[in-house]
């Protein structure tokens, strides 16, 4: 499951890859933010500015996009190996 190495947070993140639809104060981090469960399965995706290509491409490699902590902002997201 995706963890963050600053706050503990393992359930909301971003993906740097994809920016925003508008920069503004106070906005999203991401241009698609994931709700992860406990056992790594992603819950729902929220897009804004994402295309459908990339929105698929996240869910079935979020290892490779969700890289951003939603909570804190921190960009050190640790993904542990299964059965840990």
């Known amino acids: 499951m995706p963890r963050c190495q600053n706050c503990g ?3 909301s993140f ?17 241009g698609i933010i994931g709700e992860f469960k406990t056992d790594r399965e992603l819950m729902w995706v929220h897009s804004s500015g994402a295309t459908k290509s990339m929105i698929n491409a996240a869910c079935h ?5 969700f890289d ?4 804190c902002g ?11």
């Open 9 to 11: 947070n393992i359930k």
């Open 14 to 30: 971003g993906a740097s890859q994809i920016p925003p639809s508008g920069m503004y104060a106070n906005g999203p981090l991401s």
């Open 68 to 71: 951003i902590c939603v909570q």
């Open 74 to 84: 921190y960009q050190s997201v640790l993904w542990s190996e299964e059965g840990e």
């Open 61 to 65: 490699e979020p290892q490779k996009f």
